[in-house]
């Protein structure tokens, strides 16, 4: 069985759970619950759960008593374990009020062919979980989720190294940082390359994140624990003043979450120099003040189209940005990719300079937007949509690049522009360009021409017609 096929069979066990209410995102939680007992087993790991609350324990029961054990077993796991296991337990509640339905979840999970699970990675049963859930409109998830292609894409050209600090400060479910710890694996032979105290870093330090929503929370340290990652998620808001002692990474990669604070209130941050609700200028401003100062520290982020040209402290965020960073790329991203249609987005990649000054003197950017199918299910992005712009991205001399799509705008013309960054699309097909209709002026004069014309004619028949009428 592949892992395809058993994520399937898992999800398609929400079914049993619609007379109880559950919504898809809180199943795929409550299947989290059940998952870490079984793959804690499964992987030998059950060491840190107490005897008496494992695997085992639970399917050995049925009926009433299982439903009461389990709510017994997520009591105790979250608030006298240590560890990854409190962290993923703690708060945590049962929404299953029917005991056989609970007992059918077992049941399914207990009989999957784990043998298969194992041998292709129980961290991408796991993500194929989180993408169904993602990819269901009715969970509200994708806003947590962001696209694997473009995940991929993001941590190839950020290029993460062994020996760096990566973060992603907005972590959803974990997905950047699962990418940038599978990149260095990918460079180091799985780690073996590295000396030890490296290889421990990289699984214990050198991914952190910060996630706000406790579910997603569980999800990511699910995630990571599946993936063999150890470094911090903490559980909080990273523009309340949490988020001050996130600094001197090496590397972000995140997908900031997009809207604005409730009630339009602003970043409880005392740090920031420029205060708004805008929760995407504030990531900004968090992001590229975490970097280090060092001209190598850099970053890639996912951003909506008004951070590009919001005016006020969203055009003094932008100079900020462009003097302390080379804003050196902007990628205008296909519309329909997100869980929210026509929010229209970009990748903003940038380098923080040694100095708070002048460190953008142009800003390249390409246009994946204009003249694009429509993406969603039917047509998803793929990695081969992203070969045009990688090929410029990595380009040693990005001048040599003939692509129509790939324009680069000085900090002299950006500033001109009232340093608006929405720039770089080009010429859509599908929109009428009234400089290629005939001149309205030109037009008119060749219409009155034909007009006279017609009248001449008109008046010769009327005469002939006159002339004829004398005869007789």
Same mark, same amino acid.
């Given at each position: 069985m592949t892992t395809q096929e058993i994520v399937s069979k898992l999800w398609n066990l929400c079914n049993v759970l619609r007379d109880d209410g559950i919504t898809y995102h809180q199943y795929v939680t409550e299947l989290t619950y059940i998952l870490?007992?079984?793959?804690? #087993?499964?992987?030998?790991?059950?060491?840190?759960?107490?005897?008496?609350?494992?695997?085992?324990?639970?399917?050995? #029961?049925?009926?009433?008593?299982?439903?009461?054990?389990? #709510?017994?077993?997520?009591?105790?796991?979250?608030?006298?374990?240590?560890?990854?296991?409190?962290?993923?337990?703690?708060?945590?509640?049962?929404?299953?009020?029917?005991?056989?339905?609970l007992e059918k979840i077992i049941t399914t999970?207990?009989?999957?062919?784990?043998?298969?699970?194992?041998?292709?990675?129980?961290?991408?049963?796991?993500e194929g979980l989180l993408e169904k859930n993602a990819n269901e409109k009715k969970s509200g998830a994708g806003q947590y989720f962001t696209p694997r292609v473009l995940i991929d894409v993001m941590t190839r050209l950020m290029k993460p190294q062994p020996g760096e600090r990566c973060n992603d400060p907005a972590c959803g479910t974990f997905g950047f940082m699962i990418a940038a710890h599978q990149y260095?694996?990918?460079?180091?032979?799985?780690?073996?390359?590295?000396?030890?105290?490296?290889?421990?870093?990289?699984?214990?330090?050198?991914?952190?994140?910060?996630?706000?929503?406790?579910?997603?929370?569980?999800?990511?340290?699910?995630?990571?624990?599946?993936?063999?990652?150890?470094?911090?998620?903490?559980?909080?808001?990273?523009?309340?003043?949490?988020?001050?002692?996130? #600094?001197?990474?090496?590397?972000?990669?995140?997908?900031?979450?997009f809207g604005t604070k409730k009630g339009g209130e602003r970043a409880t941050r005392d740090d920031f120099t420029y205060t708004t609700s805008n929760k995407q200028l504030n990531f900004l401003q968090h992001i590229y003040r975490s970097l280090k100062a060092d001209g190598k520290a850099r970053a890639a982020v996912v951003l909506p189209d008004n951070v590009l040209f919001a005016d006020g402290e969203g055009e003094n965020i932008r100079i900020d940005l462009m003097d302390k960073c080379d804003l050196h790329t902007v990628l205008r991203l296909p519309t329909g990719i997100f869980y929210a249609q026509g929010v229209k987005t970009n990748v903003l990649f940038f380098t923080r300079g040694r100095s708070d000054k002048g460190n953008t003197k142009e800003v390249w950017f390409y246009d994946l937007r204009t003249n694009m199918p429509s993406f969603g299910k039917t047509n998803p992005l793929k990695a081969e949509h992203f070969a045009g712009f990688e090929a410029a991205y990595e380009a040693e001399d990005r001048r040599a690049i003939q692509d129509e799509r790939w324009n680069v705008f000085s900090r002299e013309q950006i500033a001109a522009k009232g340093?608006?960054?929405?720039?770089?699309?080009?010429?859509?097909?599908?929109?009428?360009?009234?400089?290629?209709?005939?001149?309205?002026?030109?037009?008119?004069?060749?219409?009155?021409?034909?007009?006279?014309?017609?009248?001449?004619?008109?008046q010769s028949v009327v005469n002939e017609l006159k002339a004829l009428s004398e005869v007789e």
């Open positions: 870490f007992l079984k793959m804690a #087993k499964e992987t030998g790991a059950e060491g840190q759960i107490p005897e008496e609350y494992r695997w085992d324990s639970l399917t050995a #029961k049925s009926g009433i008593g299982l439903k009461k054990f389990y #709510k017994e077993l997520l009591n105790h796991l979250g608030e006298n374990c240590t560890g990854r296991v409190r962290e993923i337990y703690q708060g945590a509640a049962t929404n299953i009020d029917e005991p056989k339905n999970i207990d009989g999957l062919d784990w043998f298969s699970a194992r041998e292709e990675g129980l961290g991408n049963l796991y260095v694996a990918s460079q180091t032979d799985d780690f073996f390359d590295l000396n030890a105290d490296t290889a421990a870093f990289e699984r214990t330090e050198a991914f952190t994140g910060c996630e706000l929503v406790h579910d997603t929370h569980r999800l990511a340290l699910m995630n990571a624990m599946l993936h063999d990652m150890e470094g911090t998620i903490t559980l909080g808001d990273t523009l309340s003043n949490l988020g001050k002692g996130m #600094k001197g990474y090496d590397v972000v990669l995140t997908n900031p979450p340093n608006s960054l929405d720039l770089g699309l080009i010429r859509d097909d599908s929109v009428v360009d009234y400089a290629d209709l005939p001149d309205p002026v030109e037009s008119g004069e060749e219409a009155i021409a034909e007009l006279e014309e017609a009248v001449d004619l008109l």
